[in-house]
């Protein structure tokens, strides 16, 4: 049963900016209750972390290869959670995933969440 949905990704060239968003396909999932995730998994690698926001929105966590390019938000009134990726290089190429975990703080362990997306395929041209 599908709980979270990915969106946005596309082929984009090197230095473009690409704004992916999750959202859950059943209104009944309680967004609000999990802090979300976005992991990716490149050609031939194992899936990483990238970035995650608390529950409330209040902090966010990212991967080193992350900071200063990636912004996670959520929009608590939609039921969405964004990942904004500017200046965009060949090596962010991955499907991306969003995933939900009932801790409230901004984990990066996949172990902590149980609920992922089908992903999104992000291919940056050089």
């Known amino acids: 049963q599908e709980e979270l949905v990915e969106s946005g990704g596309g082929l984009v060239q090197a230095g473009g900016s690409l704004r992916l968003s999750c959202a859950a396909s059943?209104?009944?999932?309680?967004?609000?209750?999990?802090?979300m995730g976005w992991f990716r998994r490149a050609p031939g690698n194992q899936r990483e972390f990238v970035a995650a926001i608390s529950r409330n929105g209040d902090g966010a966590l990212y991967a080193n290869s992350a900071k200063g390019r990636f912004t996670i938000s959520r929009d608590t009134a939609k039921n969405t959670v964004d990942l904004q990726i500017d200046n965009l290089k060949p090596e962010d190429t991955a499907i991306y995933y969003c995933a939900a975990s009932p801790v409230q703080t901004a984990v990066q362990t996949t172990y902590h969440y149980n609920y992922w997306g089908q992903g999104t395929p992000v291919t940056v041209s050089s």
């Open positions: 059943d209104r009944s999932f309680a967004f609000d209750i999990y802090s």
